[in-house]
């Protein structure tokens, strides 16, 4: 709905926040993820994986890593970049000013799911042909986590200033 674009933005399927064919949404792309443009403005990218976690390294030097399933929890970094109109819980909100909202996110091209509960950020690196690394946020932790959703599914998009 409008009011729920208005208050939330868009979601984008990995494809279109890279700004590339769709045929990348099951198939591998070759391109580069560090620095990569995409959807956002000139003198702007989308983050890559790394970055990522160079943002986590600075906000919180505790975290812990589950070297299971390559997914991390880093320790209260996600409550640094919540803002603080849509989390609850937690303490030390939007400490940083990143100012991020609980979206939720659109399950291929089908369903939205989880607003008020979670925030899915892509990143701008692929894991697999059909899948990219992604930070999201859950209401009930302080940390932040990573995982490999579906490209096609529709998650936010965070840019980062060249440097």
């Known amino acids: 709905t409008l009011d729920s674009y208005t208050d939330y933005g868009c979601l984008y399927s990995w494809a279109v926040a890279?700004?590339?064919?769709?045929?990348?949404?099951?198939?591998?792309?070759?391109?580069?993820?560090?620095?990569?443009?995409?959807?956002?403005?000139?003198?702007?990218?989308?983050p890559s994986d790394r970055e990522w976690q160079v943002l986590e390294d600075y906000l919180d030097t505790a975290k812990e890593y589950d070297k299971d399933d390559?997914?991390?929890n880093s320790g209260n970094s996600g409550n640094k970049i919540?803002?603080?109109?849509t989390w609850?819980?937690?303490?030390?909100?939007?400490?940083?000013?990143?100012?991020?909202?609980?979206?939720?996110?659109?399950?291929?091209?089908?369903?939205?799911?989880?607003?008020?509960?979670?925030a899915y950020f892509w990143t701008s690196t692929e894991k697999y042909a059909k899948s990219a690394w992604y930070?999201?946020?859950?209401?009930?932790?302080?940390?932040?986590?990573?995982?490999?959703?579906?490209?096609?599914?529709?998650?936010?998009?965070?840019?980062?200033?060249?440097?």
């Open 18 to 46: 890279m700004n590339i064919s769709e045929d990348y949404l099951t198939d591998s792309w070759t391109g580069p993820d560090e620095g990569h443009q995409g959807i956002c403005p000139d003198g702007w990218h989308l």
């Open 70 to 72: 390559e997914r991390q």
């Open 135 to 163: 930070r999201y946020l859950w209401n009930d932790s302080p940390g932040t986590f990573r995982g490999f959703p579906l490209k096609i599914n529709g998650l936010s998009v965070r840019c980062v200033m060249d440097d």
């Open 82 to 85: 919540k803002a603080d109109t």
């Open 88 to 118: 609850t819980n937690y303490e030390n909100l939007n400490e940083s000013g990143f100012g991020a909202l609980a979206t939720g996110f659109r399950w291929e091209q089908r369903y939205f799911l989880n607003r008020g509960k979670y």
